[in-house]
């Protein structure tokens, strides 16, 4: 029996559910309805005009119905009386294969059928600005190495407890928060879960950062590099795989402390590096982050090459311990449903042909990367990435239609920002 939201709603004194769904560009969209509409909206769904959002659709299209999980019910903290809900996206009686939840649960169900659960935690960094986004919001936020700052923590003593406080009150478990590398720039931590939950929690999080944010008269922002000087805001992603209660990624007798099946997911993920790019990052500005030039702090912290280690973190891919591997490709920007489906749309593939992830390079990779011959990098913009995915055999094949549905859509993207004459050309050009 499903779970009745009519019932729970009486129960728990929700007047309001939030039916919530995240398009391919990462946008959560939803409709606000009554309690007492929400028993006909668990069955039908509610309706949107699918074409008013970023997803492959056309304005003579049906309606879109975004179908709510029950499972993911989230009564909001700090207003009680509202209910969010993850809802599954569905026309014409079937699901819509891009959906970026659906694609998720696709790949989720292949990795089922080899009796296998991705496991995901998510370090969602972000920056603290003012409301027009032009610059960090505390004045005072200053130092060159501000990572761990104590005295900038705890002037957000507020709204940092307020956002850890309503974790706590959900039951996430969250362990810690800090000032990261950035001025203005904070990362709050929660335990890993089950993919899908982390997925939808991570979609839930960036709401709940934004909105509370809001209610301290700053404004929260994900952006992959909102500052060119300061570090970007990564989204790290930690994966293992499980078998009921076992780990599969453990082998404390191996090297690396990973098993055969870890070692062939991360050769799948760097075998698909490039394509998995265009999905981990996905706006024009996400480039300015992987690639760039030592910011003010000292390092980005962010990947250059398609290449794995241990306890270092100047790779793509870091084994900490032998439990997980660390993803740090990924940025604020990235989708919280598409992240993880391709990922393991990308390990999944190297479980079957069991991929070779080379050799783990123990060096600093922004100092010493000269000295290795032979290592892929990563695409230098967006179009490359798009171009990469385009070419993905393995992606292609393993994510179906989201593939030509995104691809479309972000090439319209990219030819929206080429089309834009920058204050820099016009420096640069205006006298040749
Ligand atoms: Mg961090």
């Given at each position: 029996?499903?779970l009745?939201?009519?019932?729970?709603?009486?129960?728990?004194g929700i007047k309001?559910?939030?039916?919530?769904?995240?398009?391919?560009?990462?946008n959560?969209?939803?409709?606000?309805?009554?309690?007492?509409?929400?028993?006909?909206?668990?069955?039908?769904?509610?309706?949107?005009?699918?074409?008013a959002?970023?997803l492959?659709?056309?304005?003579a299209?049906?309606?879109?119905?975004?179908?709510?999980?029950?499972?993911?019910?989230?009564?909001?903290?700090?207003?009680?009386?509202v209910?969010w809900?993850?809802a599954d996206?569905?026309?014409d009686?079937?699901?819509?294969?891009?959906?970026?939840?659906?694609?998720?649960?696709?790949?989720?169900?292949?990795?089922?059928?080899?009796?296998l659960?991705?496991?995901?935690?998510?370090?969602?960094?972000f920056?603290l600005?003012?409301p027009?986004g032009?610059?960090?919001?505390?004045?005072?936020d200053t130092?060159?190495?501000?990572?761990?700052d104590?005295?900038?923590?705890?002037?957000?003593?507020?709204?940092?407890?307020?956002?850890?406080?309503?974790m706590?009150?959900?039951?996430?478990?969250?362990?810690q928060?800090?000032?990261?590398?950035?001025?203005?720039?904070f990362?709050?931590?929660?335990?890993y879960?089950?993919?899908?939950?982390?997925?939808?929690?991570?979609?839930?999080?960036?709401?709940?950062?934004?909105?509370l944010?809001?209610?301290?008269?700053?404004?929260?922002?994900?952006m992959?590099k909102?500052?060119?000087?300061?570090?970007?805001?990564?989204?790290?992603?930690h994966v293992?795989m499980?078998?009921?209660?076992?780990?599969?990624?453990?082998?404390?007798?191996?090297e690396?402390?990973?098993?055969?099946?870890?070692?062939?997911?991360?050769?799948?993920v760097?075998?698909?590096?490039?394509?998995?790019?265009?999905?981990?990052n996905?706006?024009v500005?996400?480039?300015?982050?992987i690639?760039?030039?030592?910011t003010?702090?000292?390092?980005t912290?962010?990947?250059?090459?398609?290449?794995?280690?241990?306890?270092n973190?100047?790779?793509?891919?870091?084994?900490?311990?032998?439990?997980?591997?660390e993803?740090?490709?990924?940025?604020g920007?990235?989708?919280p449903?598409?992240m993880?489906?391709?990922?393991?749309?990308?390990?999944?593939?190297?479980?079957?042909n069991?991929?070779d992830?080379?050799?783990?390079?123990?060096?600093?990779?922004?100092?010493e990367?000269?000295t290795?011959?032979?290592?892929?990098?990563?695409?230098l913009?967006?179009l490359?990435a798009?171009?990469?995915?385009?070419?993905?055999?393995?992606l292609?094949?393993?994510l179906?239609?989201?593939v030509?549905?995104?691809?479309?859509?972000?090439?319209?993207?990219?030819?929206?920002?080429?089309?834009?004459l920058?204050?820099?050309?016009?420096?640069?050009?205006?006298?040749?």
């Amino acid at each position: 029996m499903p779970l009745d939201l009519a019932a729970i709603a009486k129960e728990k004194g929700i007047k309001y559910f939030l039916i919530s769904y995240t398009d391919l560009f990462g946008n959560q969209r939803a409709k606000l309805a009554p309690a007492s509409a929400i028993g006909g909206m668990q069955k039908a769904g509610a309706g949107f005009a699918g074409f008013a959002t970023w997803l492959d659709m056309s304005p003579a299209d049906p309606d879109l119905f975004g179908r709510p999980d029950p499972e993911s019910l989230i009564q909001l903290p700090w207003k009680p009386e509202v209910g969010w809900l993850a809802a599954d996206l569905w026309m014409d009686g079937k699901l819509v294969e891009h959906g970026p939840r659906n694609v998720l649960k696709a790949q989720l169900a292949r990795a089922a059928a080899l009796g296998l659960q991705m496991k995901t935690g998510v370090e969602c960094e972000f920056f603290l600005v003012a409301p027009d986004g032009s610059a960090i919001a505390d004045g005072a936020d200053t130092q060159s190495k501000p990572c761990y700052d104590q005295q900038a923590l705890m002037r957000r003593y507020d709204v940092i407890t307020e956002i850890c406080d309503c974790m706590l009150a959900l039951g996430w478990a969250p362990y810690q928060n800090d000032h990261e590398d950035a001025n203005g720039q904070f990362e709050m931590n929660w335990l890993y879960d089950d993919a899908l939950v982390t997925a939808d929690r991570q979609a839930f999080f960036k709401y709940m950062v934004k909105s509370l944010a809001e209610k301290h008269g700053l404004r929260a922002t994900f952006m992959p590099k909102p500052f060119v000087h300061l570090t970007g805001n990564g989204c790290h992603m930690h994966v293992s795989m499980w078998k009921g209660a076992a780990n599969v990624f453990e082998d404390a007798g191996s090297e690396s402390g990973l098993s055969q099946l870890g070692l062939n997911f991360i050769g799948g993920v760097i075998h698909s590096a490039d394509g998995l790019a265009a999905i981990l990052n996905p706006t024009v500005n996400s480039y300015k982050r992987i690639n760039a030039p030592r910011t003010n702090s000292g390092a980005t912290w962010a990947p250059n090459t398609v290449t794995w280690t241990g306890n270092n973190r100047t790779h793509m891919i870091r084994v900490p311990e032998g439990d997980r591997f660390e993803l740090r490709l990924a940025d604020g920007a990235v989708n919280p449903y598409l992240m993880p489906a391709a990922v393991l749309a990308a390990g999944l593939d190297g479980l079957e042909n069991k991929r070779d992830p080379g050799p783990r390079l123990d060096i600093n990779m922004y100092i010493e990367g000269h000295t290795v011959s032979g290592v892929k990098t990563l695409p230098l913009n967006l179009l490359d990435a798009l171009r990469a995915l385009d070419g993905s055999v393995v992606l292609k094949q393993a994510l179906g239609a989201l593939v030509p549905a995104y691809l479309k859509l972000k090439q319209g993207e990219w030819n929206d920002f080429s089309s834009h004459l920058t204050q820099w050309e016009r420096q640069t050009s205006l006298d040749c």
